[in-house]
């Protein structure tokens, strides 16, 4: 079964209000392929990372429900570790509990040598995995959660932790103060946000530095260009992309007779509905056309892209594929001049992407700004 008989077929798990990137679908032919160059950048002040990270999620489970091969998950965690990548992402959310698990086994050999970073704030029990409804980023749970997150990972620390996303019942106050102790106790050494509201990731900075905000950011969702670049910026936070394939969209194996099946949660985002997925394939067409110029895939023309905006920006495509992870983390190798990168914006800038990014649902945990401190 090729790659676009698959996309129409299969079901896509949508767990929770947790979304699975669907990235790394391009095909390899005539790609760059990845040789280590050792590219490194900073997330906050002093975490260094490799330029492109790997995300975890979908190894308990892929976007058609089945389980992948836990040792090929854990042959494509060591490759990537092999060529150069040193930023692993997951988060309790994904699984719950099984990914971390996952990164964990395969890791061990190296940990000591990569950035793990993972995620806490969905309402999760932490001895059955059952999701609960809402957020929860009460102290003592944030606490019971670490402790969780440590034995999966088989780690004594994470090097960066993020609220998944802000809680609107607890202060961010109370959220920082609680990972200040994480901090003092050893378990955790750099802290993050994500999906914020920009007062609230300002209010968080003041009392203890942010390393980075990870929120959606693509050729497809440009968002963030609005307000929380800007203040990544301003205050020296690093911004890592999740989902910066576009969810498969920008990796070529979607086009605009793609229908999605049941269970697909894209098949609830307007931006794929019949009537704008034909206007969107604009976006597409223009990575088709750049990735011929510059020898490379659609893929690796938007994660080159997304590097080029900021040396502070590390996105984290995900892949349960071998090709698509080499696919991915060589689009290092891909470059744009000044000259180039102003005609691809230009060529960019008069696309404009119709529908919303999410289902209004999921959309209503996003820049949420967290409630004041009672004095």
Same mark, same amino acid.
């Given at each position: 079964?090729?790659?676009?008989?698959?996309?129409?077929?299969?079901?896509?798990?949508?767990?929770?209000?947790?979304?699975?990137?669907?990235?790394?679908?391009?095909?390899?032919?005539?790609?760059?392929?990845?040789?280590?160059?050792?590219?490194?950048?900073?997330?906050?002040?002093?975490?260094?990372?490799?330029?492109?990270?790997?995300?975890?999620?979908?190894?308990?489970?892929?976007?058609?429900?089945?389980?992948?091969?836990?040792?090929?998950?854990?042959?494509?965690?060591?490759?990537?570790?092999?060529?150069?990548?040193?930023?692993?992402?997951?988060?309790?959310?994904?699984?719950?509990?099984?990914?971390?698990?996952?990164?964990?086994?395969?890791?061990?050999?190296?940990?000591?040598?990569?950035?793990?970073?993972?995620?806490?704030?969905?309402?999760?029990?932490?001895?059955?995995?059952?999701?609960?409804?809402?957020?929860?980023?009460?102290?003592?749970?944030?606490?019971?959660?670490?402790?969780?997150? #440590?034995? !999966?990972?088989?780690?004594?620390? $994470?090097?960066? =932790?993020? @609220?998944?996303?802000?809680?609107?019942? *607890? /202060?961010?106050?109370?959220?920082?103060?609680?990972?200040?102790?994480?901090?003092?106790?050893?378990?955790?050494?750099?802290?993050?946000?994500?999906?914020?509201?920009?007062?609230?990731?300002?209010?968080?900075?003041?009392?203890?530095?942010?390393?980075?905000?990870?929120?959606?950011?693509?050729? #497809?969702? !440009?968002?963030?260009?609005?307000? $929380?670049?800007? =203040?990544? @910026?301003?205050?020296?936070?690093?911004? *890592? /992309?999740?989902?910066?394939?576009?969810?498969?969209?920008?990796?070529?194996?979607?086009?605009?007779?793609?229908?999605?099946?049941?269970?697909?949660?894209?098949?609830?985002?307007?931006?794929?509905?019949?009537?704008?997925?034909?206007?969107?394939?604009?976006?597409?067409?223009?990575?088709?056309?750049?990735?011929?110029?510059?020898?490379?895939?659609?893929?690796?023309?938007?994660?080159?892209?997304?590097?080029?905006?900021? /040396?502070?920006?590390?996105?984290?495509?995900?892949?349960?594929?071998?090709?698509?992870?080499?696919?991915?983390?060589?689009?290092?190798?891909?470059?744009?001049?000044?000259?180039?990168?102003?005609?691809?914006?230009?060529?960019?800038?008069?696309?404009?992407?119709?529908?919303?990014?999410?289902?209004?649902?999921?959309?209503?945990?996003?820049?949420?700004?967290?409630?004041?401190?009672?004095?």
């Amino acid at each position: 079964m090729n790659r676009r008989d698959l996309l129409k077929t299969a079901g896509l798990a949508f767990a929770g209000s947790a979304l699975l990137p669907f990235e790394g679908l391009a095909k390899t032919e005539n790609v760059k392929g990845f040789s280590p160059s050792g590219n490194k950048r900073k997330l906050g002040a002093s975490l260094e990372v490799s330029s492109i990270g790997l995300g975890v999620q979908n190894m308990s489970r892929t976007y058609q429900t089945t389980i992948p091969s836990r040792t090929e998950m854990h042959n494509i965690i060591r490759t990537a570790f092999d060529k150069g990548v040193t930023l692993f992402d997951t988060a309790e959310a994904y699984g719950p509990f099984e990914v971390e698990r996952i990164l964990g086994e395969a890791i061990a050999p190296f940990r000591d040598k990569i950035v793990i970073e993972t995620k806490f704030g969905w309402n999760i029990d932490q001895d059955t995995g059952g999701r609960l409804p809402g957020l929860n980023s009460k102290p003592d749970h944030i606490k019971i959660v670490v402790e969780g997150m #440590l034995k !999966r990972l088989r780690t004594d620390r $994470i090097d960066l =932790l993020y @609220q998944h996303r802000v809680d609107p019942q *607890v /202060p961010i106050e109370d959220v920082v103060g609680t990972i200040q102790d994480l901090i003092k106790q050893g378990k955790v050494l750099n802290y993050g946000l994500s999906e914020p509201g920009v007062q609230t990731v300002r209010r968080a900075h003041k009392i203890h530095p942010i390393a980075a905000i990870q929120n959606e950011y693509s050729l #497809l969702w !440009r968002g963030p260009e609005k307000e $929380i670049i800007p =203040l990544c @910026q301003e205050l020296g936070i690093g911004f *890592v /992309p999740w989902s910066p394939l576009g969810v498969g969209f920008l990796t070529g194996a979607i086009d605009a007779d793609t229908r999605f099946a049941q269970g697909d949660f894209r098949s609830l985002e307007t931006r794929f509905s019949p009537e704008n997925i034909t206007h969107n394939m604009a976006v597409v067409e223009l990575l088709k056309k750049w990735s011929k110029q510059k020898e490379s895939s659609p893929a690796q023309i938007s994660l080159a892209w997304l590097l080029a905006q900021k /040396p502070w920006i590390v996105p984290i495509p995900g892949t349960t594929q071998m090709s698509h992870l080499l696919e991915n983390i060589g689009a290092e190798e891909v470059t744009f001049t000044a000259t180039e990168l102003k005609e691809f914006n230009s060529q960019l800038n008069v696309i404009q992407i119709q529908g919303e990014r999410l289902p209004s649902f999921v959309q209503a945990f996003s820049d949420v700004e967290a409630p004041l401190k009672k004095i």
